[in-house]
């Protein structure tokens, strides 16, 4: 879940960035003197900052199940993971030029040197063979080249980690304290090492049982553990590897969808909508063919508050969360306090556990649930929310849907004065 305050892990992140950094300032020196001076030490903290970035980059995409949570959740570490990897690019681009101006005093002649001296400087080279297979991985991020790939995206990361291996190299035969760089360079590839290695040997076998349509181009599909399979809190996700061998597309790929069911439930039940080749190949999967699940991740009902009562907003297939929620209600779990539920779809057709959610509503009187469609209401607004639900801006609002859906609820209800501290919400926009 998106967090807008600083969180546990994310304090860890900045002394382990930090830490080569205090190693080594005391023999870069001050920012006193000539410009070449500073340049010179400009080029060098960029440089240590931009490998640090890198590496703790990769630390954080290990992706253990309960590694995300002191970061906020998955969805929050893969953004911390992109920013890194993105401003550590920068820096390292930094860190070149700076260098290469600081010579420019003495000469054009020593600024190319610099940068590109004799092979005999090997130290240097491997900066930029690092350099050139960071190049490598990032290009098909950027627009030019259009949307990667998923697949061919991941194998691409094996490029990541020589980037890594080469930029640590690189690192350790200029450091004059090599330990930080061991750290950093241990919990960088070794996370590589676990996730293409090490991860998919502990995955969960599971059936699956039955595909259960929910509406055109929507299914749930219930998976019956082969062993003691995964436990779960409400609002978590897993990633789903499907073995079907009739599959058209997605055979043995890994991806997250979010749970469904009750932690109480015995069965894994996962709503999945035909948004890509994947997930569309799934609408007509096998049953009792096999898949393995690794999870769960996610906490987006992490931060609870028993004095106040809540408010879900779910559109689109984010409102499986909510779906797995009511469900743990019906079955006694939640406590105190009360929850309304509004869904919101483009027409009753699209509203795809609606018949669920009406029979927990008339079952569970802690439960309420209203339904708004687009198609003949326009947006969600202020007075439709007030109407329903009187007292809204008193609750602790969750919201799950897609991004525009999201961003404009956050606008509606900061616009009523909500504090963005009670508004939680959950984008799956990230590979």
């Known amino acids: 879940m998106m967090r807008r305050w600083l969180r546990r892990g994310d304090i860890a992140l900045v002394v382990a960035l930090l830490l080569p950094l205090a190693v080594a300032l005391p023999r870069l020196g001050g920012l006193g003197g000539p410009p070449e001076l500073w340049l010179t030490w400009v080029g060098r903290v960029t440089g240590i900052l931009g490998l640090a970035m890198m590496l703790l980059a990769a630390a954080v995409s290990c992706r253990v199940p309960g590694f995300d949570r002191p970061f906020g959740g998955l969805a929050r570490l893969w953004h911390l993971h992109h920013w890194l990897g993105f401003t550590a690019f920068i820096l390292v681009m930094l860190h070149a030029l700076a260098l290469g101006l600081s010579a420019v005093p003495t000469s054009l002649d020593a600024a190319v040197t610099t940068l ?145 069911s009750a932690p109480s439930d015995s069965r894994l039940r996962i709503g999945i909508k035909d948004l890509g080749d994947a997930s569309h190949a799934l609408q007509t999967v096998t049953p009792e063919t096999r898949v393995l699940v690794e999870g769960p991740y996610g906490e987006f009902f992490g931060r609870r508050f028993p004095e106040r009562d809540m408010l879900w907003l779910g559109g689109g297939i984010g409102i499986t969360p909510f779906v797995g929620g009511a469900r743990d209600l019906a079955g006694g779990a939640g406590g105190e306090g009360h929850v309304h539920l509004f869904y919101l779809a483009h027409d009753p057709d699209r509203a795809y556990y609606r018949e669920a959610l009406e029979g927990i509503a008339e079952a569970h009187e802690g439960f309420a649930f209203t339904q708004h469609y687009s198609k003949e209401q326009g947006r969600l607004d202020e007075a439709f929310l007030r109407g329903h639900c009187p007292d809204f801006t008193e609750r602790e609002i969750y919201l799950c849907g897609p991004p525009a859906m999201n961003a404009h609820l956050q606008r509606l209800l900061t616009d009523q004065g909500v504090p963005a501290s009670r508004i939680h919400s959950e984008v799956f926009d990230f590979l």
């Open 116 to 260: 590109f001296p004799p092979v005999s400087h090997g130290s240097v080279w491997l900066g930029w063979l690092a350099w050139v297979a960071l190049v490598v991985f990032l290009a098909p991020t950027f627009d030019f080249f259009g949307q990667p790939h998923y697949q061919r995206w991941k194998r691409l990361h094996l490029v990541s980690a020589a980037a890594l291996l080469l930029g640590l190299w690189h690192a350790l035969l200029l450091a004059g304290e090599t330990w930080p760089w061991w750290l950093l360079g241990i919990a960088g590839l070794g996370a590589i090492a676990w996730r293409k290695g090490v991860a998919p040997r502990y995955r969960h076998a599971y059936r699956i049982e039955e595909v259960v349509p929910l509406a055109r181009g929507v299914v749930e599909v219930v998976l019956r553990p082969e062993g003691s399979g995964i436990r779960h809190e409400t609002g978590q996700f897993v990633y789903l590897s499907p073995l079907d061998e009739s599959l058209s597309d997605g055979r043995g790929e890994e991806h997250p969808y979010t749970i469904a």
